[in-house]
């Protein structure tokens, strides 16, 4: 099993970065999908969620209205579009696949909000 994030980078704040996750070696629509993040010195936190079918989703409070999770289920694809960031969003961003007690991790993305 393979996810492969993209799309990070530096961006002053109030800008926009659209991060991708790309599934290989399993059945993409079988399994939950996440975002997570992690900056320095903090745990890392849930940022959004969707179910299977893309139909459900979740968000942490602090990105809601700002960030879209969404997922492409023809192309295995997992996204999460974030808008008016802000430095507090500097992070890298891990893609996360979820079935019952089983999880995959992507490498993780680098997102830096300049102020």
């Known amino acids: 099993v393979q996810l492969v994030e993209s799309g990070g980078g530096l961006v002053q704040a109030g800008g926009s970065l659209r991060l991708s996750c790309a599934a290989s070696g399993l059945t993409f629509n079988n399994w939950n999908m996440g975002w997570l993040r992690q900056a320095p010195g903090k745990e890392r936190e849930l940022v959004a969620s969707?179910?299977?079918?893309?139909?459900?989703?979740d968000y942490v409070d602090s990105v809601k209205g700002r960030f879209t999770i969404s997922r492409d289920n023809a192309k295995n694809t997992l996204y999460l579009e974030m808008n008016s960031l802000k430095p507090e969003d500097t992070a890298v961003y891990y893609c996360n696949a979820r079935l019952g007690a089983y999880g995959y991790w992507g490498q993780g993305s680098q997102v830096t909000v300049s102020s």
């Open positions: 969707i179910n299977r079918s893309g139909e459900s989703t």
